[in-house]
Structure formats: structure tokens, C-alpha cells
T-cell receptor, first 115, second 112 residues
Framework: DTGVSQDPRHKITKRGQNVTFRCDPISEHNRLYWYRQTLGQGPEFLTYFQNEAQLEKSRLLSDRFSAERPKGSFSTLEIQRTEQGDSAMYLC?????????????FGSGTRLTVV | SQQGEEDPQALSIQEGENATMNCSYKTSINNLQWYRQNSGRGLVHLILIRSNEREKHSGRLRVTLDTSKKSSSLLITASRAADTASYFCATGDTGANSKLTFGKGITLSVRP
């Protein structure tokens, strides 16, 4: 297992377009998290899954954002009608247990630029 | 929202010196973790300290936790140029399904 994989690494899109990102976690990890990070800031929580169930979604997340984790394996994060404010690094992480017991393994992220 | 506040925001030291970074938080936690991030990359987990622990070591890293002051410090001894990165503290709250909440980070520059 080579760790958490994210695809694509970079995405440039025009405002108003939809984008979808993919995350492949470590295979034995049952928890998967999505964070967003802007320049000079720490990662901001978006949502997380335990197996295929989405357990929590940030109240800051607009309805344009949706995430899925079918069959409890890979996950996708879709942003509809992108806005310039969506430009950020989108980070995926996975863990075997919750944050109360273990650290996260992060992917390298997908950098989104909305023009 | 961000729970941890790191201090200083930026730190520049000479190779071989020790680097000390501090983190303060606001609410009760189950554990506190430190991560490193190289420019444009994902975060790498460094160390986890539980709320009932006061000090933990891992290689050149030493982390302390003072729950009465709601603060933690990360010490990197004998720093190397390769330690140049951003460092984040993250807190896991006491809930069973807790997630990590990250601070804004500290930029460490180690001059060769």
C-alpha cells in the first residue's frame, strides 16, 4: 500500500463549472476525511466518513459541495458551480480509528484554481 | 473554526539549534497531535500525546502537554535544513466520533 492517493494533483477550472476529486485511502482504514486548506492557513474540516456512512459535514460547507464514499473504499468530493472562493488545496486523509486514538495519513492534495 | 493557536507564527534558526514551537487551545481535548507540511504537499503525522500524558519523545522530537494551561510545546533538537516546513498542532476532542481541528501553523526555516 502506497498511502493515500488523490487525483488530480492540480485542477484549473472556469467559474461556474463542476469539478470532482477522488481520494483512495489506505485500504484497511475505515475513516476518511476531507479538509480544505488556503494559503497561510491550517486545514479546515469539511466532512468525514466511517466506512460508507457520512458521519459529519461542516456547517460552513455550502450545498454546492457533496461527498460520497460508495462501498466504503474510495471517496469523491464534488463542487458544483465553482466560485473563485473555492480555490484552495483539498486534502484527503484516512485513519483506522477516530482522532481520539490515532493520527491521520494525508494524501498530497488536489490544488484547485478557479479562474 | 480553528482550535489551536500556534506561536510563534514564524521561526528562523541555524542548523544544529533547537526549535521550540507552542500551541494553545480552548476546549477540553482527548489528545493533541503535531503535523509537518512541506510546501505544496500533504501533512505528515509526527506525534500524538494523550490528555493524561505530560511528555512524549520520538527521535529528535519532544512534545509536552499542560492541560491546566491548555497548551503544548514541540521541541525539535539539533535541527537540520530538512526540518524546514510548516508545523501544525491539531486537537482531537473528547467525543467518540471526534475529528481533528488544526491551528494556523508555524513556518520553520532552518538555515544551513
Amino acid at each position: 500500500d502506497t498511502g493515500v492517493s488523490q487525483d488530480p494533483r492540480h485542477k484549473i477550472t472556469k467559474r461556474g463549472q463542476n469539478v470532482t476529486f477522488r481520494c483512495d485511502p489506505i485500504s484497511e482504514h475505515n475513516r476518511l476525511y476531507w479538509y480544505r486548506q488556503t494559503l497561510g492557513q491550517g486545514p479546515e474540516f469539511l466532512t468525514y466518513f466511517q466506512n460508507e456512512a457520512q458521519l459529519e459535514k461542516s456547517r460552513l460547507l455550502s450545498d454546492r459541495f457533496s461527498a460520497e464514499r460508495p462501498k466504503g473504499s474510495f471517496s469523491t468530493l464534488e463542487i458544483q458551480r465553482t466560485e473563485q472562493g473555492d480555490s484552495a488545496m483539498y486534502l484527503c486523509a484516512s485513519s483506522l480509528f477516530g482522532a481520539s486514538r490515532s493520527g491521520y495519513t494525508f494524501g498530497s492534495g488536489t490544488r484547485l484554481t478557479v479562474v | 473554526s480553528q482550535q489551536g493557536e500556534e506561536d510563534p507564527q514564524a521561526l528562523s534558526i541555524q542548523e544544529g539549534e533547537n526549535a521550540t514551537m507552542n500551541c494553545s487551545y480552548k476546549t477540553s481535548i482527548n489528545n493533541l497531535q503535531w503535523y509537518r507540511q512541506n510546501s505544496g504537499r500533504g501533512l505528515v503525522h509526527l506525534i500524538l500525546i494523550r490528555s493524561n500524558e505530560r511528555e512524549k519523545h520520538s527521535g529528535r522530537l519532544r512534545v509536552t502537554l499542560d492541560t491546566s494551561k491548555k497548551s503544548s510545546s514541540l521541541l525539535i533538537t539539533a535541527s537540520r535544513a530538512a526540518d524546514t516546513a510548516s508545523y501544525f498542532c491539531a486537537t482531537g476532542d473528547t467525543g467518540a466520533n471526534s475529528k481533528l481541528t488544526f491551528g494556523k501553523g508555524i513556518t520553520l526555516s532552518v538555515r544551513p
